[in-house]
Each structure stands twice: as C-alpha cells, then as structure tokens.
C-alpha cells in the first residue's frame, strides 16, 4: 500500500511532467514542506479527502492555513493537468479523489461520490 506522501509525490511529479519546469518546482516544494503537517491532520482526523480532491475539515479548524495552502496548490496541480488533458479541472479533482481514496492509509476520512462521508 502506497503512503500519503507517496501519492502526493506522485501527484506533483505528473504535475511537474506536464507543466512549465518554474511553476511545478514551486508547487512541488511547497507540497513537499506541507507533506508532514497534511499527513499529521489526516491521521489525527481532523481534515478528510473529499470527493473532488481536496482536504475538507471533519473537526476543529485548526491549521486551516496549511489546509488552504494544500488546496490552493491542488487547484493549479489540477488546472494544469486539465489544460494539458483537454479536460476539466473538476474531472480531474474527482479523479484524483478516487485514487486518493483507494490509495489512503486505513482510518482516513474519504468522501464517496454521493457525499457521504466514511472512515476507511
């Protein structure tokens, strides 16, 4: 089973192939440095992955700039990527999500496609 940082990193480097080398360094950096605060809110269950890509808070609000960060960052990994595809962002956040939820660390809060929102 693949780890949290493991899919991050695997997002970002598919980022960095498929955008300008200036651009996707920056983000990947910075989601490498976001890497072990993201993984700490997930684990503690205070954020989930949603079922459009992003972290969603399922507790108490706190480290929201960290989450902000991350999804800020998610929403120009997953731009690109649409941009390069000939897709949507939006259909690339769902896709993403899949893959985060079959990927992710049992106890890991994860939305299904309805909405409704499980622990793994």
């Given at each position: 089973?693949r780890?949290k940082?493991?899919?991050?990193?695997?997002?970002?480097?598919?980022?960095c192939l498929l955008?300008?080398?200036?651009?996707?360094q920056?983000?990947k950096?910075?989601m490498?440095?976001r890497?072990p605060a993201?993984t700490?809110l997930?684990a503690?269950?205070v954020?989930?992955?949603?079922n459009?890509g992003?972290?969603e808070?399922?507790?108490p609000?706190?480290?929201a700039?960290?989450?902000g960060?991350?999804?800020?960052?998610?929403?120009q990994v997953?731009?690109a990527?649409?941009?390069q595809?000939?897709?949507?962002a939006?259909?690339?956040?769902?896709r993403?999500a899949d893959?985060i939820?079959?990927q992710?660390?049992?106890g890991t809060?994860?939305?299904?496609?309805s909405?409704?929102?499980?622990?793994?």
């Amino acid at each position: 089973m693949r780890t949290k940082g493991q899919i991050i990193a695997a997002a970002a480097l598919a980022f960095c192939l498929l955008t300008g080398p200036a651009l996707a360094q920056g983000i990947k950096e910075r989601m490498l440095e976001r890497l072990p605060a993201v993984t700490s809110l997930l684990a503690e269950g205070v954020v989930g992955e949603n079922n459009r890509g992003f972290l969603e808070f399922r507790g108490p609000e706190k480290h929201a700039e960290v989450v902000g960060a991350e999804n800020a960052d998610r929403t120009q990994v997953y731009a690109a990527i649409a941009r390069q595809t000939g897709s949507s962002a939006d259909l690339v956040g769902q896709r993403r999500a899949d893959h985060i939820a079959r990927q992710a660390p049992a106890g890991t809060w994860l939305q299904d496609p309805s909405g409704t929102w499980y622990r793994k």
